[in-house]
Structure formats: C-alpha cells, structure tokens
C-alpha cells in the first residue's frame, strides 16, 4: 500500500484507521474522504480530505486518478439498526457503493479492502466457535448486504484478479468518533454514560454474548491483513476477527472496578435485541491467526481502562 484512498473516513472506524495511516504511510500518501465535510474533525484538518459521494463511481475514479492511488480501502456503508431502518437506502449505498469501489479497483489494478461484519451470519449459524466457513442467512438488510459482499469481493478477485481482503469485525469499541447506529453501541455508550452520569441503561439485554474489539486491535488487523503476502491468504473475504465475547455485564463488572457506583439497568429495544440475537456469541478467529498473524492485544480489561482514561480527557476538554 502506498497511495491509499479511504472511502467512509469519518465513521467510527475510518476516523481511527486514517489517523493510523497517515502516521504509517505519510500524510501526503493517504486520502480520506466521506460525503460528509465537518469543519473540526482532525480527519479533515490533519491531512488530504475529499468530499465523495461513493454512489457515484465516476467520482471514485476521479479521486483515484488526482491521487495515483494504489489501494482503495472501502468504508462507506450504513450499520445494521439504521439499515433495518432503511434498508432500500442501505442496499443502494452498502451495495451500489461497493460495487462502484470494485469497478474502480478493477479498472486500475488497485488493492482493495472493505469490512464484513459478524453480522454477515444468521439465527442458523453455529453460536459458539464460529467457524471461518459456515452457514451464513442473515435475517438483516445489513447482513444481506454483508454477506453479498464477501461473495462480490470474492468473485472480483477470482474473475477479475483484483486483490481484494477483507475482515468479519465484531462490534467495535473506540473514544475517537461514536459509532454510526450499530446494534453493538451499547458497548461505546457505556462507557461515556459511566462518566457523565454513573449509570447506564443498556438496549441489549442481559445475557447476550456477542463478540466485540478495541478499536487499535482493529486498526492494526486491516494493516496487517493489507500487508500480508498473497501467496499466505486462502480465504480473503472475509476473516473471522474478534477479541473477546461479552454481555452488558461483563462491562458493568469491568467499569465497576474503576467506578465501584457505577450501575447497569436494561431498556431492552427490541428491534436491536432481535438483530443481536440473529449473531453469533463467539466466533472462531483461527484462520486469521494462522494466515496473517491476527493477534489482539486488548483484553475487556486492558480496553475498558484505556477507554475511560481516554474518554475522561476527551469529556473534560
Ligand atoms: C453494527 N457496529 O452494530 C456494527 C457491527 C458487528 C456490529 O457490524 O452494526
């Protein structure tokens, strides 16, 4: 990777990952763009921004040829509680907008890599040790658009030899940017709730397991997966990642050793409760270990410190 053009950028993950590239690769070698353009984010001020509307592929080619771009990674989508929502909307921009990035890729011979999700599996997926292949019915708009995706990335490279990579991520947890309208939220508002005001009320349910990562485990996953020599990939899209598999519980008992006041209640939504129990508890990240090294380093512990250490600043500032 060396001119690498990020579509989505002021998402949850894009905000983190952009920042991240821009100090591997050099400021000058990283374009971030989205189709929204807030004044006061650091991904617009700190480096090259874009405005890019993905829905339209002759836009993406424009920013690929003004950059001489060698790698396009792929992050503009909507996230499963907004695409229940709108799931017309939310196949038009997950699916026209990745095909758009594909057709781009394949046009120029560019490195490509775009996020599944363990939303990309359903009610009938094994729950616990997911495997890496398995049944995958989503009973999601997200999902569909999902699992559609890895089969799409999939036949571009096969068909077309487009190199393209890509990860199953679990609910992400980070203090950069909130996190889009996700079914996993619950896991980033927690943790603001147990500063501002001491308590949270949970719309998951107690009880539901679902994998989750600390937003650096997942930064450093796509690098590494993007880095990767080809010849060692057999399943590229896309793999299992997680780093832990955890209930509403698991983060009140984590805080509480921070916040000992702190205390969870439950509102449950329905709608996002159905969504989580249609995932997986516990998905089985073996294949990314053994073909590119996939090795988290933040445990529920180790993340829940750094999360309200950092957020304690960031509320304060
Ligand atoms: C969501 N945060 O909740 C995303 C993610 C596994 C969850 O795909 O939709």
């Given at each position: 990777?060396?001119k690498i053009l990020i579509t989505g950028a002021l998402?949850?993950?894009g905000?983190?990952?952009t920042?991240?590239l821009r100090?591997?690769?050099?400021t000058d070698n990283v374009i971030a763009s989205d189709i929204q353009k807030p004044e006061?984010s650091?991904v617009v001020t700190d480096g090259i921004f874009e405005n890019l509307d993905v829905?339209n592929?002759s836009l993406i080619e424009e920013l690929v040829q003004k950059y001489e771009v060698?790698?396009i990674i792929h992050l503009a989508?909507?996230?499963?509680?907004?695409?229940?929502?709108?799931?017309?909307?939310?196949?038009?921009?997950?699916?026209?907008?990745?095909?758009?990035a594909?057709?781009v890729?394949?046009?120029?011979?560019?490195?490509?890599?775009?996020?599944?999700?363990?939303?990309?599996?359903?009610?009938?997926?094994?729950?616990?040790?997911?495997?890496?292949?398995?049944?995958?019915?989503?009973?999601?708009?997200?999902?569909?658009?999902?699992?559609?995706?890895?089969?799409?990335?999939?036949?571009?490279?096969?068909?077309?030899?487009?190199?393209?990579?890509?990860?199953?991520?679990?609910?992400?947890?980070?203090?950069?940017?909130?996190?889009?309208?996700?079914?996993?939220?619950?896991?980033?508002?927690?943790?603001?709730?147990?500063?501002?005001?001491?308590?949270?009320?949970?719309?998951?349910?107690?009880?539901?397991?679902?994998?989750?990562?600390?937003?650096?485990?997942?930064?450093?996953?796509?690098?590494?997966?993007?880095?990767?020599?080809?010849?060692?990939?057999?399943?590229?899209?896309?793999?299992?990642?997680?780093?832990?598999?955890?209930?509403?519980?698991?983060?009140?008992?984590?805080?509480?050793?921070?916040?000992?006041?702190?205390?969870?209640?439950?509102?449950?939504?329905?709608?996002?409760?159905?969504?989580?129990?249609?995932?997986?508890?516990?998905?089985?990240?073996?294949?990314?270990?053994?073909?590119?090294?996939?090795?988290?380093?933040?445990?529920?512990?180790?993340?829940?410190?750094?999360?309200?250490?950092?957020?304690?600043?960031?509320?304060?500032?």
């Open positions: 990777m060396k998402g949850q993950i905000t983190a990952l920042a991240r100090e591997t690769y050099g006061h650091s829905t592929q060698d790698t989508a909507l996230l499963s509680a907004v695409a229940e929502a709108k799931p017309q909307l939310a196949w038009e921009l997950n699916m026209g907008g990745l095909n758009n594909l057709e890729a394949r046009t120029y011979g560019l490195k490509f890599f775009t996020p599944s999700s363990i939303g990309a599996f359903g009610p009938e997926t094994p729950k616990d040790k997911t495997p890496q292949v398995t049944l995958q019915r989503p009973t999601t708009m997200y999902g569909v658009t999902k699992v559609s995706g890895e089969l799409l990335c999939d036949y571009y490279y096969q068909k077309f030899g487009v190199d393209t990579r890509g990860v199953r991520f679990p609910g992400l947890i980070s203090y950069e940017a909130l996190p889009g309208g996700g079914t996993t939220d619950y896991a980033v508002d927690i943790y603001y709730e147990a500063l501002k005001s001491g308590a949270y009320t949970s719309f998951i349910d107690k009880g539901t397991y679902m994998d989750m990562m600390y937003m650096p485990d997942a930064v450093e996953a796509i690098v590494q997966l993007m880095e990767a020599p080809a010849e060692q990939l057999v399943h590229r899209n896309a793999f299992n990642v997680s780093a832990m598999s955890v209930c509403p519980e698991d983060f009140e008992k984590a805080i509480q050793a921070h916040l000992p006041e702190f205390n969870l209640s439950f509102e449950v939504d329905s709608v996002r409760q159905t969504i989580a129990e249609s995932w997986p508890n516990a998905i089985d990240t073996t294949a990314a270990q053994t073909e590119w090294g996939f090795s988290p380093n933040y445990t529920l512990e180790k993340m829940t410190a750094d999360m309200l250490e950092k957020l304690n600043v960031k509320i304060t500032e």
